[in-house]
């Protein structure tokens, strides 16, 4: 564990979309061996690590629009593909490395990352997990992310499905660590929640925070703009924001086909009504109440103790995510918000979700920060990476996800894989970029178009 004079503790962070980064880079800082970042801040003291980025090439890679939105900065960063990741970590010693990526992502950087520290005496910490409510995939996604020597679970409640899954096929559970979304915090609401009541200078907000991927067809898009709109006409003091994660033509986690910018151009909003950008955590900062379908942004919400609604209107179904909200005291729709209702949630249920709203945030990371340490301090290293996944274990479905990547199923990268052996040289990285810039305009802009002429 690096003391005070030591050199600081290197930490890599590999993400492939712009709330993966965010994910990334912020657990990186909360989970650097030392002293918390709370007690840094406290200290006045220096938070001793150093933060290279890596974000992967492709359809989600964040713009620099994105990247400054998300308010997080690197020592260094760079894009790279899958394959020049993998070299450039067998070139460079780095204390931790956090894998912030979909899961086969995550999973084929594990086999990749086993083949290229092959031989070597040491090698970083591999950490990952999960950018917010685990809802879908999680026998599916767990799998994948198994072999990493932590596995960050964001709530107790994460913790001990994330364990079950792992026992319950024989996989090694020691991994799963509990921790809480890296990105919570600001100012508690002290707001009054009588929504008629004076809130001084600023207007009382109520703020929707939209997802890209849900729901994913115009007619519930447009019933949930149709009622926000209405909801800022029967109200004209408040002030009534739709806070969006991107513009049109950008990409995030999640594929965005039907942006809300363009749904509301058909509409006719009041002067009450507008749409913001920018950080969540800003957003949040002049929120009265928050509404959602099912974003992780109820969670940042809900640690503040600021009032939060996940609607109800399209019903409460796996397939939006808000039946993870089953129990919170969260759930309403339109008609209640419009009549007045206010939420109360269940403190229960907001207790194993990490939310933190007692004040244990601040030791939220002291296990992984302690468990870290240690494995840094193992004598003799730490061995090889295990995957549960491999061609012994899953051989119709492993091969796929390596190959996705350039790489064959020892790890090792395919012959004529982008930048395998050697670095491109000035005309090849031209065309790279010109061949990479048309790929994305196909992907976000002319794909989408694609497929709703073929819904006609």
């Known amino acids: 564990m690096p003391s005070s004079t030591s050199k600081p503790t290197r930490i890599a962070v590999l993400a492939d979309s712009d709330t993966r980064w965010k994910w990334g880079a912020l657990t990186a800082a909360r989970i650097a061996p030392g002293p918390s970042m709370e007690a840094a801040e406290r200290d006045d003291a220096q938070v001793g690590f150093e933060l290279s980025g890596f974000l992967l090439r492709g359809r989600a890679t964040p713009t620099a629009r994105q990247l ?54 040491s090698r970083p910490v591999v950490v990952t997990g999960y950018v917010g409510v685990v809802y879908e995939k999680l026998a599916d996604g767990l799998l994948l992310r198994h072999g990493a020597d932590l596995v960050l679970a964001n709530s107790r409640q994460d913790a001990e499905r994330f364990r079950a899954v792992y026992e ?25 929640h009588d929504p ?25 898009r447009v019933h949930l703009l149709d009622r926000l709109i209405r909801h800022a006409r029967l109200h004209p003091e408040r002030e009534v924001l739709l806070k969006l994660r991107s513009r049109p033509g950008e990409h995030t986690t999640h594929i965005e086909e039907l942006p809300y910018q363009k749904l509301v151009q058909r ?26 379908i099912s974003s992780t942004a109820a969670l940042e919400s809900l640690h503040r103790r600021i009032p939060t609604v996940v609607l109800t209107d399209l ?49 939220a990371f002291d296990a992984a920060r302690e468990r870290i340490a240690e494995l840094l301090a193992k004598p003799g290293g730490l061995g090889p990476l295990t995957p549960y996944y491999t061609p012994v274990t ?40 010109a061949a990479r810039g048309a790929y994305r305009h196909g992907v976000q802009r002319v794909a989408p178009v694609i497929r709703r002429m073929g819904e006609l």
């Open 68 to 121: 400054a939105e998300v308010g997080v900065t690197a020592d260094s960063l760079r894009e790279v593909t899958s394959v020049e990741f993998l070299r450039a970590m067998a070139e460079e010693e780095y204390d931790v490395l956090v894998l912030a990526l979909v899961g086969g992502g995550v999973q084929a950087m594990l086999h990749g990352l086993k083949h290229a520290w092959e031989g070597r005496t």
């Open 168 to 192: 319950g096929v024989g996989a090694d559970a020691s991994s799963v660590t509990e921790v809480a979304l890296p990105f919570l915090g600001g100012d508690t609401y002290t707001g009054e």
């Open 196 to 220: 008629s009541a004076e809130q001084g200078r600023r207007p009382y907000t109520v703020v929707f925070a939209v997802q890209p991927s849900v729901p994913d067809n115009r007619r519930d």
């Open 267 to 292: 509409l006719d909003p009041p002067a009450n009504f507008r749409l913001v950008y920018g950080n969540m955590g800003e957003v949040l900062d002049r929120t009265d109440l928050l509404v959602t």
């Open 315 to 363: 019903g409460i179904r796996e397939v939006l995510g808000n039946h993870h909200f089953v129990g919170s005291g969260c759930l309403a729709s339109w008609d209640q918000l419009d009549a007045g209702h206010r939420p109360v949630p269940n403190e229960e249920w907001v207790a194993r979700q990490g939310v933190a709203t007692d004040g244990t945030y601040a030791t």
């Open 394 to 433: 899953a051989p119709g479905y492993l091969p796929g996800i390596l190959a996705r990547h350039h790489l064959g199923p020892d790890g090792a990268p395919l012959p004529g894989a982008p930048a395998h052996d050697k670095e491109p040289g000035p005309v090849r990285q031209i065309v790279r970029r």
